[in-house]
């Protein structure tokens, strides 16, 4: 099952189907009513903080695509390289590259603070992707990890439980254990699934641990933690 590709009213009908929910189907898009103050297509600034992640390079080309059928907007793609000197670069390259709008993914808020207020005093739409940004008053759109992740751990220990049906469940995230929306947009609803789709099989739940900047790191953790 694809997360990704279902279709709208397919997804709300599985979520009420496997979670008790009530949610209603979404009506199809119509046609947009956005018109363009020029002939000229808007340019938006898309941030990512690693593009060679491939939940990345799933969400730009997918707002690649979404602007240039909706809006006929060009987006072009940012890449952080989970490097937040290069992220604080990338904000001074908006107004320098003339994109009309901005969603940022950036780590140091401070640090890019300076260049932030300048694009907005000069015009620039800006929105944050997963974090607040300091007092910048920015709106802040998030996917729905929440509900991924939750589904992704009710997932994780069906099959589990009946794999290894004599070992306890074991999860751990590898992620950043002391970040706000990780926590809750990602180790606290797989841990709430886990725990709900157990059903007293013996579940262990070291949590998050550190392993957002180091693949190799990353595997070590996870043979830690092996039954």
């Known amino acids: 099952m694809s997360f990704w590709t279902m279709p709208r009213a397919d ?8 979670f008790g929910t009530n949610l209603p189907a979404p009506a199809a898009a119509g046609a947009s009513d956005y018109t363009p103050a020029t002939n000229l297509p808007k340019k938006i600034a898309f941030f990512v903080s690693d593009l060679s992640n491939v939940f990345h390079q799933g969400q730009a080309t997918e707002a690649q695509k979404y602007a240039k059928e909706k809006y006929g907007a060009e987006v072009f793609v940012f890449d952080g390289k989970a490097d937040s000197a290069v992220m604080t670069q990338n904000v001074d390259q908006i107004a320098a590259q003339g994109m009309d709008a901005a969603t940022l993914h950036i780590w140091d808020y401070d640090t890019a603070k ?10 620039i739409i800006l929105t944050s992707f997963f974090s607040p940004l300091g007092d910048s008053g920015m709106p802040v759109a998030r996917s ?5 992740s939750f589904a992704m ?4 220990a069906k099959q589990w439980k009946a794999a290894h049906p004599d070992k306890p469940i074991v999860m ?13 947009g990602r180790t606290d609803p797989w841990v709430k699934a886990s725990v709900r789709r157990s059903h ?14 180091s693949g190799q790191a990353g595997r070590h953790r996870l043979d830690d933690h092996a039954p």
């Open 172 to 184: 751990v995230e590898l992620g950043w254990p002391n970040h706000t929306e990780v926590k809750s």
């Open 153 to 156: 751990g009710v997932e994780m």
């Open 114 to 123: 300076p260049a932030v207020l300048e694009d907005l005093a000069k015009g």
């Open 144 to 148: 729905d990890e929440a509900g991924i």
């Open 11 to 18: 997804a709300a009908a599985w979520l009420n189907d496997q």
């Open 200 to 213: 007293g099989h013996r579940l262990r739940l070291p949590g998050c641990q550190q392993g957002h900047r």
